[in-house]
């Protein structure tokens, strides 16, 4: 469907389009079962930057403040890109491996399922 | 021949009805260009029935009356420091939400109905939309003086004005608004007379005017009686327009079921707010969330669209889903204000033991297995001095504009993040649910011009990037404010007021 106006072809200007955020592009993280981050966050990130560079310092940021961060071994983390299965690698950047503009990464951790059976 | 004295009848009728005019020189549609666009026919205007039965000489009258009294009771509760009565502090927060959510989204309704009390063809619904106008003016004036009192002893009312137009959670009333009020003006009237008032408002009204009588505000309680015959005014004009369009034509009825879906939904959404407030908020609670929506939607709402039914109309679908996320709603909508209370323009904090009890009993199927845990984990830190705040900005809901917190209750997974996603010429468009990605999808040239508070922020749009800079933008006082209750200014203000230790 289409919207109804009073002229024909209105459309709203793109607030979120890619070029107004700086070279960065919106990227959204979630820890499934760690409802303790109540919802996703947002990050603008360098496309350029390594994989390996969100892993050190975008997560921690993120979410280092649940206990069960400091447990997480980074092999056995299984990533989905955009709702995809996703193996990173560290070292090439956010572009090379598909990351775009107002991309969702998440990440389950098998047998860190939060806390007190409650995920938490 | 002696002036005839008129009767009640032929009075009405000569100020409302005759106030119209044939157009003899002009085209009429020229007159009313908002008309014909939403696709909605109108056969015979002057079908409508006039839901108010009142005339404009009468309005004013009546009105004054009212806000004279009205305003004696706000000067007897200033002159006898009506404050000190509240049940606690925390309440005042209530009111805070109110003055820079609420009162505001009043103004913009006043704005909503003078543009359908100019568009609309019909007289006596241009007049019933001009009144509705001067309500909503009323009440955000009356509203600002029954809480300016709490403005000279607590925090966070002053800035209420600057703060709707550009706070993070404000921004979730404020699109809400600003959706309504740039369709058509069926589709306002539907939205906000039908949707809103009609079938959601004992969901807000009620909630926040017995909140306040069970938490000793009379200030806020007297202005809920005031406006309660206007309230009755808006639900008639709200029954009214439904069943008028759905009589004038066969083929309103799908258009009207569309705007019923979408705005009973979008409705929904902003009312999370309310459902926190009562649960979390109250010191003094008088109802449960999920019993205020059993009670004012699932008996008496299931009661109207059962009648809807002969003209074609069915229950939203959305109701089902609503029916299930009645038992986290409230939960999951505090803990996210309580893990961003930081960057917030009230107080926020751990509900005590007997409230953990209450919700307990309130929600036996919910809250012991998914919300306890987190408050106790959340108080315990608390206690140690290492209160939590969420690092970093959520993500948020292309549509409503809410921070993506609901899970996936209508599958059962109530700890499992709801994500909905869409492309729309090249870009990705991200969702809290299946019922905001379908309005989207219905209107994608209208939401992609949302003003999405946290993009804002990485646009470098609100003063800076770093919080304290988007705190200033905000006209948040930061360390005032915001974040706990406990150790707060307002906490220290009110004990030394009630001679508290």
Redesign the interface.
Same mark, same amino acid.
């Given at each position: 469907?289409?919207?109804?106006?009073?002229q024909e072809g209105? $459309?709203?200007?793109?607030? /979120?389009?890619?070029e107004?955020?700086?070279g960065?592009i919106?990227v959204?993280i979630?820890w499934?079962?760690h409802?303790?981050?109540?919802? %996703?966050?947002?990050?603008?990130l360098d496309p350029n930057m390594p994989f390996g560079a969100v892993v050190e310092n975008v997560l921690p940021? *993120?979410f280092?403040?649940h206990p069960q961060f400091a447990e997480i071994d980074w092999d056995k983390v299984e990533w989905s890109l955009? +709702?995809q299965p996703f193996t990173p690698d560290m070292e090439k950047s956010l572009a090379e491996q598909g990351f /775009? $503009?107002?991309?969702?990464l998440?990440m389950k951790t098998p047998g860190l399922d *939060?806390? $007190?059976?409650?995920?938490? | 021949m002696e002036a005839k004295k008129l009767n009640v009848k032929e009075k009405y009728r000569l100020l409302t009805r005759d106030l119209d005019w044939e157009f003899s020189y002009e085209d009429r549609k020229e007159a009313f %260009?908002?008309e014909e666009?939403?696709?909605i026919k109108i056969t015979d205007w002057s079908k409508w029935e006039d839901p108010f039965r009142l005339t404009m000489d009468a309005y004013w009258k009546y009105q004054a009356e009212k806000e004279k009294k009205l305003y004696a009771i706000y000067d007897a509760f200033a002159q006898n420091n009506g404050h000190l009565n509240v049940s606690d502090a925390r309440y005042v927060n209530a009111l805070k939400i109110f003055l820079t959510a609420i009162s505001p989204a009043e103004y913009a309704a006043h704005n909503g109905f003078a543009f359908t009390g100019r568009q609309l063809g019909g007289i006596g619904a241009r007049i019933a939309a001009q009144m509705q106008s001067i309500d909503e003016l009323r009440h955000i004036q009356t509203q600002i003086h029954a809480m300016s009192h709490y403005n000279k002893h607590f925090e966070g009312f002053d800035e209420f004005s600057h703060m709707h137009d550009r706070v993070w959670y404000l921004s979730v009333p404020k699109s809400f608004f600003d959706d309504a009020r740039s369709s058509?003006p069926f589709e306002y009237i539907v939205a906000i007379s039908f949707a809103f008032e009609y079938v959601l408002t004992n969901l807000l009204f009620v909630p926040f005017m017995s909140g306040a009588a069970y938490n000793g505000d009379m200030a806020t309680v007297t202005f809920g009686f005031s406006a309660q015959s206007d309230e009755a005014r808006h639900m008639t004009l709200g029954l009214e327009i439904i069943k008028f369009l759905l009589e004038q034509h066969e083929d309103n009825v799908p258009i009207v079921q569309k705007w019923i879906d979408k705005w009973l939904w979008r409705g929904y959404r902003l009312l999370s707010v309310v459902a926190m407030m009562m649960d979390y908020m109250l010191p003094q609670k008088f109802m449960s969330w999920k019993e205020a929506w059993e009670l004012y939607f699932e008996d008496a709402g299931g009661a109207l669209f059962r009648d809807l039914e002969r003209y074609g109309i069915k229950m939203p679908a959305c109701a089902e889903l609503i029916a299930k996320e009645k038992d986290h709603l409230s939960h999951?909508t505090w803990?996210?204000f309580y893990?961003?209370g930081h960057a917030a323009a009230f107080h926020t904090w751990t509900p005590s033991a007997e409230e953990m009890d209450w919700l307990s009993e309130k929600y036996p199927d919910s809250f012991d297995?998914?919300?306890r %845990?987190?408050f106790e984990?959340a108080a315990e830190l608390a206690e140690k001095g290492e209160r939590?705040y969420?690092?970093?900005? %959520? +993500?948020?809901c292309q549509t409503c504009q809410i921070?993506?917190?609901y899970?996936e209750c209508g599958d059962d997974r109530p /700890?499992?993040?709801c994500?909905r996603?869409t492309h729309y +010429?090249g =870009?990705?468009?991200?969702f809290c649910s299946d019922h905001c990605k379908d309005i989207f =999808?219905? =209107?994608?040239?209208?939401?992609?011009?949302?003003?999405?508070p946290? $993009?804002q922020i990485? +646009? *470098?749009n609100c003063g800076g990037a770093d919080l304290a800079d988007v705190m200033k933008y905000y006209k948040l006082n930061d360390g005032a404010v915001n974040a706990d209750y406990m150790g707060s200014s307002d906490e220290q203000r009110w004990k030394a007021l009630k001679g508290i230790a």
């Open positions: 469907m289409a919207v109804k106006a009073l209105y $459309h709203g200007e793109f607030k /979120d389009s890619a107004k955020f700086g960065a919106v959204y979630g499934d079962k409802l303790w981050f109540c919802s %996703p966050k947002a990050f603008p940021a *993120g280092g403040a955009n +709702q /775009d $503009h107002k991309c969702l998440r *939060g806390l $007190h059976g409650a995920s938490i | %260009p908002y666009f939403e696709g058509g999951q803990w996210t893990t961003f297995k998914w919300y %845990p987190r984990m939590f969420s690092e970093g900005l %959520p +993500q948020l921070p993506m917190f899970t /700890d499992d993040t994500y996603s +010429q =870009e990705r468009f991200h =999808e219905d =209107e994608p040239e209208k939401y992609v011009h949302a003003w999405l946290v $993009h990485f +646009q *470098g």
